[in-house]
């Protein structure tokens, strides 16, 4: 497989964009960004990311909600939440939710989305 195919979900402007930057300096190819989980769910259906780098807090419906609902996508794509706050606050969601995984926005980076890809904790 080529360079994995993001979609970035974040209601900050300023984050999608500096998100944006990382992930394509690293290789990853950003196919879109969406603002809201609504938006999001609509993106995926019609842009098909292989990652979706996804925002627990946002507007319209929580990060965990739109991950469920992206699991049962046909072709679901690999969701990695992402939060200001640190795992800690979402400890039990965290274990019951269908993520590959959780970074905290301060800790975001390309070995850590890459070894969440490939299957480690």
């Known amino acids: 497989m080529g360079a994995a195919r993001i979609l970035i979900v974040d209601d900050h402007v300023l984050f999608r964009s500096s998100a944006r930057r990382m992930l ?5 190819v950003v ?3 969406s603002g809201d989980g609504s938006s999001a769910i609509m993106a ?7 990652v979706v780098l996804l925002d627990v807090q946002l507007p319209d419906m929580n990060g965990f909600e739109v991950a469920r609902q992206l699991a049962e996508e046909p072709d ?3 969701v990695i939440l992402t939060s ?6 979402y400890r039990t969601r965290l274990a019951g939710t269908p993520a590959r995984g959780f970074i905290p ?3 975001l980076s390309e ?4 070894a969440l890809l ?3 904790p």
């Open 24 to 28: 394509e300096s690293h290789g990853f």
């Open 31 to 33: 196919i879109g960004e």
């Open 44 to 50: 995926v259906r019609t842009l098909r990311p292989d």
């Open 76 to 78: 679901a794509p690999a």
């Open 84 to 89: 200001i706050r640190d795992a800690s606050d």
């Open 105 to 107: 926005k301060a800790e």
């Open 111 to 114: 070995p850590r989305i890459t």
């Open 118 to 120: 490939a299957g480690a």
